[in-house]
């Protein structure tokens, strides 16, 4: 996986390399591509002057472009046409305790597939990780993103604890508690109920969340309990569950 993170793992959809970007995008404008970004164009791909390739940076839309300067000091393409029009993401943000590595990994790109808006780690009484690699969940979610098609990059926070994710919740976000006991509506019945509002999901860690992190947020008005059926799923297994299903009744699916 290492590896995979140090040289981007770029997309050819009908044979076109497909980049993030963080510069403006817009017809007859030059963008100079990274360091990463270059070398694997110039030395993996064997790209040269005149090479098409798409870029999109969240902002701007997704453009065609040719490759203009193809040298040792670094690549420059300039945009062509519009080819997709931004389009925004339901807002929908993922809260979850950090797994191991492997996990983790998984768990931001297939999220970043899914849509996602934001991604919060959270760390529970019982989240065995100790901190995160903000840097390679980003990378993650970069890669995740050129390869899925999606115009955006999901915003990647910081890490924080249970006691300051609730103590600093913005109140008309509703927060969807995965909980694995007690009465709680289904997921799909809560995603219906969610629809149209800023919303958040939140799941827990391996081993699920101390009793009394559940009855701090049984306690709260923007706190919804719900359910994933009858089997306990992994932590990863949980969050991209509850993603599609929210995606499927309230969101883009």
Known sequence: MTEELNEP???EPGGKTRLYV?????????????EG??????HVLRSQAGNLLTLFNGRDGEWQARITQAAKRGVAVTCLQQTQPQAG??????????????PSDYLVQKASELGVSVLQPVFTRRTVVGRINQERMRANAVEAAEQSGRLSVPEIREGVTFARLLATWPAERRLLFCDEGGDAKTMTQAARESRGGPTAILTGPEGGFDPAERAALRALPFVMPVSLG?????ADTAALAALAIWQAVAGDF
């Open 9 to 11: 793992q770029l997309m």
């Open 89 to 102: 993401t339901p807002d929908i943000w993922l809260a979850f305790a950090p797994v191991k590595k492997t």
């Open 230 to 234: 009858p089997r306990i799923l992994r």
């Open 37 to 42: 970004q270059s070398h694997y164009l110039l």
């Open 22 to 34: 963080t510069g403006d995008l817009g017809k007859g404008m030059t963008v100079s591509l990274d």
